[in-house]
C-alpha cells in the first residue's frame, strides 16, 4: 500500500534511485484523475501489474486549463486529485506535476527521474502520435528511450465529463420535478423532457 499523501516532486529522483537499489521495477504513469472512477482505478491496478514501484504524476491545475479543459478548471483541486490517487493501493507515490514545468507531464517526471533499464513508462492507448513525439524528445534528454507500455483501452469507458453531466442532468430534473409540485402543476414525463432539452 502506497503513502497517501501527494509527495514533493523533487524528492522522485531519490525514490527512484532507492528502488533501484533494492532491485525493484519502477512504473511511472501520469494523468489528471479528475472525477475519480473505475477507468482510472482499473488502469491503476494493470499498471501496478507490470511494476513493483508504481509512480503517478498528476497533472496539476494550471496545466489543466491550459491543455484540456480549454480554460477551465478541472472539478476537483489539484491537491485533492493527487491525494485521491495516492491512497489508490496499487499507487505506491503520487507526485503534483509543477505549475512552473513547460513540459508535458508524462515526459517531464521522466526525465527527471532517469528511469533504469528494468523500468516502465505506461501509458494508455489514446495518442499514438503523442507517444512517438515522446520517445523523440526522451531521446534527446536522455540519450535513450525507456521502454514505453501502451495498455489497451479499460473496459471502463465512462469519464469523468460524462459522471459530472449525468449528475448535473438528474439534479435539474429534480429541481424543476420540486418547482412543478410545488406550484401543483400536473406535467407528464414528455412536458419535463420537452424543458430540460430547452434549457
Known amino acids: 500500500m502506497g503513502i497517501d499523501i501527494p509527495q514533493d516532486y523533487r524528492s522522485a529522483p531519490g525514490l527512484v534511485a532507492l528502488s533501484h537499489k533494492m532491485g525493484k521495477r519502477v512504473g511511472l504513469v501520469r494523468g489528471t484523475f479528475d472525477v475519480f472512477h473505475e477507468g482510472h482505478l482499473d488502469f491503476l491496478i494493470r499498471s501496478k501489474e507490470l511494476c513493483d514501484v508504481l509512480i503517478a504524476n498528476v497533472n496539476n491545475n494550471l496545466w489543466y486549463m491550459a491543455h484540456k479543459g480549454a480554460g477551465k478548471m478541472p472539478y476537483r483541486d489539484e491537491i485533492k486529485r493527487a491525494t485521491l490517487v495516492a491512497m489508490q493501493d496499487p499507487v505506491d507515490y503520487a507526485f503534483i506535476h509543477p505549475a512552473h514545468f513547460d513540459m ?96
Do not use: W
Open 104 to 199: 508535458h507531464p508524462a515526459i517531464a517526471l521522466t526525465i527527471r527521474c532517469k528511469p533504469d533499464v528494468p523500468d516502465i513508462l505506461i501509458r494508455e492507448d489514446k495518442d499514438s502520435e503523442f507517444q512517438e513525439l515522446e520517445r523523440r524528445v526522451l531521446f534527446k534528454h536522455l540519450g535513450y528511450v525507456p521502454e514505453i507500455k501502451v495498455l489497451p483501452r479499460s473496459k471502463y469507458t465512462v469519464s469523468s465529463s460524462e459522471i459530472v453531466s449525468k449528475i448535473l442532468e438528474t439534479h435539474k430534473k429534480e429541481t424543476i420535478e420540486d418547482v412543478l409540485d410545488k406550484m401543483g402543476i400536473l406535467y407528464s414525463t414528455e412536458q419535463l423532457e420537452k424543458i430540460l432539452k430547452e434549457l
